[in-house]
């Protein structure tokens, strides 16, 4: 073994005068797209077409988020979380809202609706975060038309969320005590046309992938690790359950009411890339079945808890004249009739809600694993520091142990298989 500095040092010598001899090189694997998703950057010590050691450089985003909260308030927070791992931005806000809630003890005064269109956001959000895991993995492995069809039918997805939330990623919806609004007027006609449609999408997938020959000669066998590795490792997620562990958050440790849903929880036990799809995959019809669940679920209320010191005040609506999206009813009602609303409402948009000194650690189920937030406060209106436990960091880890043994051109599957998205790696 040799340190960090020697491998960049072997890096830039010149070609077989690497630490394993003349027949083996340090070469360089990304960052880019696609094989390496974007800014990963691998590095490799190859001897032929094998792959000897292999090592994760990340770092490449700088975003810096985490550092930014301790200089925002507590609801501005979610504005830079949910671009952490921008495929799965609805889990980053609602583990983090979560925390806070739970540091606030209003977990329990959070409206029931609310609640559920959490659940119900989360799994569309899940569909569509596994859609570009196929679509991606497809395309890094040669199968275009597969790439094709995944971003196609992520599409309507997008477009439903963009309806709720006015974004199509990066919502900043869910809030500390429920979400920003309610929903729009014929969007649960849209889901509900939506979750018809799809299984005949996914039947697509398997006439493409699940019975190819080529596809499983690229996927089988490839990037094994099994249940004693995932363990040692801290990997979570589809790729644990692809060693037939069904774990699961929200069967495991149930939140916003998961225990009372009915599904199932996809495993394989191939260990391998071609095990990690076909949970994804399964896991896209399961999340079909909780979705239709929540729709039916879904009563009339409130989707923010009544504290009015603090829960976020602006009221929006479409076509406002202010150009904010505040409704003229709540302008009315701040500047016309109720003087303790408008000291609520200047208070909160200016310096926000204090939270009790304490520190949480709340987890989520996302589309890569366990997400966690830990949130420490020191009683003000900002955090005081928060730390995500993203799955795809953590998995990351675990690349050379699939990687090496294996070939070069495996590497690309191995990756494909993880599932890593960087802004959450790089936060």
């Not at 849209?190 to 799809?198: G, K, N, V, Y």
């Not at 495996?410 to 298989?417: F, T």
């Amino acid at each position: 073994m040799y340190d960090w500095d020697e491998v960049l040092r072997d890096a830039e010598r010149q070609p077989g005068a690497g630490p394993g001899g003349e027949d083996r090189l340090i070469v360089n694997m990304g960052p880019q797209h696609p094989s390496t998703h974007g800014v990963l950057r691998l590095i490799l010590e190859i001897e032929g077409e094998s792959v000897i050691e292999a090592r994760c450089g990340i770092g490449y985003l700088h975003t810096g988020i985490e550092k930014n909260l301790e200089f925002r308030n507590w609801t501005q927070a979610v504005t830079f979380l949910t671009r952490a791992d921008y495929l799965m931005p609805l889990f980053n806000e609602t583990v983090y809202c979560r925390a806070v809630e739970a540091l606030l003890g209003v977990e329990a005064d959070v409206p029931p609706r609310a609640e559920v269109i959490r659940v119900l956001l989360m799994e569309l959000n899940r569909i569509s975060s596994h859609l570009v895991a196929i679509a991606t993995g497809g395309m890094e492995l040669g199968a275009t038309t597969v790439m094709t069809n995944g971003f196609r039918d992520r599409e309507p997805i997008l477009d439903i969320l963009e309806t709720i939330t006015g974004n199509r990623m990066n919502h900043a919806y869910v809030r500390p005590g429920g979400l920003v609004q309610d929903l729009p007027d014929g969007v649960v006609e849209d889901i509900r046309t939506l979750i018809a449609e799809f299984p005949k999408r996914l039947r697509d997938y398997e006439r493409l992938l699940n019975g190819s020959p080529v596809f499983q000669g690229r996927t089988k066998g490839v990037g094994y690790l099994d249940l004693a590795g995932c363990m040692a490792l801290g990997v979570t997620g589809p790729m644990l359950r692809a060693t037939g562990l069904p774990h699961d958050l929200r069967k495991a440790e149930p939140y916003l009411g998961y225990d009372t849903y009915e599904f199932d929880v996809p495993t394989e036990t191939g260990c391998d890339a071609y095990s990690r799809y076909v949970v994804r995959f399964n896991e896209m019809a399961e999340s079909l079945r909780i979705i239709g669940q929540a729709l039916d679920r879904l009563e009339p209320g409130p989707v923010m808890l009544a504290d009015p010191k603090i829960a976020w005040p602006a009221r929006l609506a479409l076509g406002s004249s202010d150009g904010l999206g505040t409704s003229e009813e709540w302008v009315r009602h701040i500047m016309a009739q109720s003087m303790e609303a408008l000291i609520h409402h200047f208070k909160l948009v200016t310096e926000g809600f204090a939270v009790p000194a304490g520190q949480v650690y709340s987890a989520v189920e996302s589309p890569r694993g366990e997400l966690g937030a830990h949130v420490v406060s020191d009683g003000g209106t900002r955090p005081f520091r928060v730390h995500l436990r993203d799955p795809s960091f953590t998995h990351l880890a675990a690349v050379p142990a699939m990687a090496e043994g294996g070939m070069l051109a495996d590497v690309v599957a191995v990756v494909a298989s993880v599932d890593p998205v960087l802004g959450g790696a790089d936060r």
